[in-house]
């Protein structure tokens, strides 16, 4: 038993009061003082031990946020560098973890967090925006646009020195400084056309007979978007300006069908080339049934071959659909006859 106001030590237990002080003793003072040093020191023990414990792990949790940060941007800035763009929910969740990120640095700066959460929203806009800076100016090289390219790719298999040469004129096109993705296509288009051309003269009827349902669908389109446009297709005079808005008038499912057309028909010639024989008197018999057709329509075949001023848009679009239609209701083989001989 202790003394509660000296701390002597009195031996006996039957004492009521203190032998150095005089203090009247109580009963319960021994065990206090052992009660609180035996609770006091493991308190100060675990308190502390709680503090390194939370300080490690927030150190932690800030490496673990850098590690993901610095991953996340260098999933995105590397394929922006080949041209990919990024899809929205990886966007969404770059803008997340970087407000995360400047959240928890301005807590561990004794800053308000929500103005780091702000801060890293910024920071993670103007990063998205640097990215889709970088791949869309990788889009406009013409590497790119031949390498990500299905029907320039089937060129190169079809004829490789073709295809050197549009890879060579539009490198020198690119390097001008007003160079643009549309003059680098409005002067692929007329090398594509005449690779399609030559391979039409080889390849096989059913990719004859695809690639012209395909150009129908497109046709339609143009025409239900501007018959001087439709017109322009039909008559193989479509400048710069009007190609812009006829691949505006297709839909992606139009385009990928006649991308998919296209490659099937220069494939096929690079396959197994043929000559087909060029039968005017057959022609001539197909032709005419055509013309029946049209001119119940109050069209004609003129409309579409004939280069008369008199002859509206709207008749040349009209007939040149017409014809089209009609050559595909034909029987085999003369279906795949007509159209080529209508294509060539």
């Not at 004492?15 to 308190?43: I, M, Y």
């Not at 060579?168 to 002067?187: D, F, G, H, I, R």
């Not at 501007?226 to 691949?247: E, F, Q, T, W, Y």
């Not at 998919?260 to 005017?280: F, N, T």
């Amino acid at each position: 038993m202790f003394c509660s106001k000296c701390g002597v030590r009195v031996a006996s237990t039957e004492a009521s009061f203190c032998s150095n002080c005089g203090q009247k003793l109580e009963r319960t003072s021994e065990l206090a003082p052992r009660l609180e040093v035996k609770s006091s020191a493991p308190t100060g023990q675990r308190s502390s031990r709680l503090w390194s414990v939370s300080k490690n792990f927030k150190i932690f949790l800030f490496v673990l946020l850098c590690i993901a940060l610095i991953g996340m941007y260098a999933a995105m800035l590397l394929p922006a560098l080949v041209g990919e763009k990024l899809r929205t929910q990886e966007a969404m969740g770059i803008v997340f973890w970087t407000s995360l990120f400047f959240y928890v640095l301005f807590r561990r700066f004794g800053k308000k967090g929500w103005m780091g959460a702000i801060a890293g929203f910024g920071v993670g806009f103007l990063v998205l925006v640097a990215a889709d800076v970088v791949a869309r100016t990788k889009q406009n090289e013409p590497a790119y646009i031949l390498s990500h390219n299905p029907e320039y790719l089937a060129i190169q298999k079809y004829d490789s020195d073709e295809f050197h040469r549009i890879k060579t004129e539009l490198e020198a096109l690119s390097s001008e400084p007003n160079a643009t993705k549309q003059l680098v296509l409005a002067k692929l288009t007329p090398m594509l056309m005449a690779v399609v051309q030559k391979a039409l003269t080889q390849t096989t009827d059913e990719a004859i007979v695809q690639f012209a349902r395909s150009k129908l669908t497109s046709l339609e389109e143009v025409a239900n978007g501007s018959v001087d446009d439709c017109a322009a297709v039909i008559s193989g005079k479509v400048n710069p300006d009007s190609l812009s808005r006829i691949v505006a008038y297709s839909t992606q499912q139009s385009r990928k069908a006649n991308s998919e057309a296209m490659v099937r028909l220069i494939e096929g010639a690079a396959g197994k080339p043929r000559q087909p024989s060029s039968d005017e008197a057959r022609y001539g018999r197909l032709i005419a049934q055509v013309e029946a057709k049209l001119k119940t329509r109050g069209l004609s075949t003129e409309h579409v071959f004939s280069d008369a001023s008199d002859i509206t848009p709207k008749e040349r679009c009209a007939a040149g659909l017409q014809i089209f239609r009609e050559a595909l209701n034909l029987s085999e083989p003369d279906r795949a006859f007509m159209l080529r001989m209508l294509m060539m």
